[in-house]
């Protein structure tokens, strides 16, 4: 089954950092491109962040542009987003895709809850 893992959501205080971590076991991350969305509670799921297969292009919602940043280590197979001077409004789960739309495959999503 073809199905990303996301790592390293937790708590975190109104300014702080997190990366998030998106790996796979099984098959390789290197032939796709990678997506993160995000989803808050009675909220809709919304695309965060996105970059190509090869890493040269990368995408970000305008609610991250500036705090956060995606890439990618093919090597390790793995894709990272860092994501610096978190608001609450960040708080959500997050979850990596094989596709920069909601059609790839997803991961389970990790927790990432930015509270004082």
């Known amino acids: 089954q073809l199905q990303p893992v996301e790592s390293g959501g937790g708590l975190v205080q109104p300014g702080g950092s997190l990366r998030l971590s998106c790996t796979a076991s099984?098959?390789?991350?290197?032939?796709?491109?990678i997506g993160w969305f995000r989803q808050a509670p009675g909220k809709e799921r919304e695309g965060v962040s996105c970059?190509?297969?090869?890493?040269?292009?990368?995408f970000y919602a305008d609610s991250v542009k500036g705090r956060f940043t995606i890439s990618r280590d093919n090597a390790d197979n793995t894709v990272y987003l860092q994501m610096n001077s978190l608001k609450p409004e960040d708080t959500a789960v997050y979850y990596c895709?094989?596709?920069?739309?909601?059609?790839?495959?997803w991961g389970q999503g990790t927790q990432v809850t930015v509270s004082s």
């Open positions: 099984g098959f390789t991350l290197e032939h796709y491109a």
């Open positions: 970059i190509s297969s090869g890493g040269g292009s990368t």
């Open positions: 895709a094989t596709d920069c739309s909601p059609l790839g495959y």
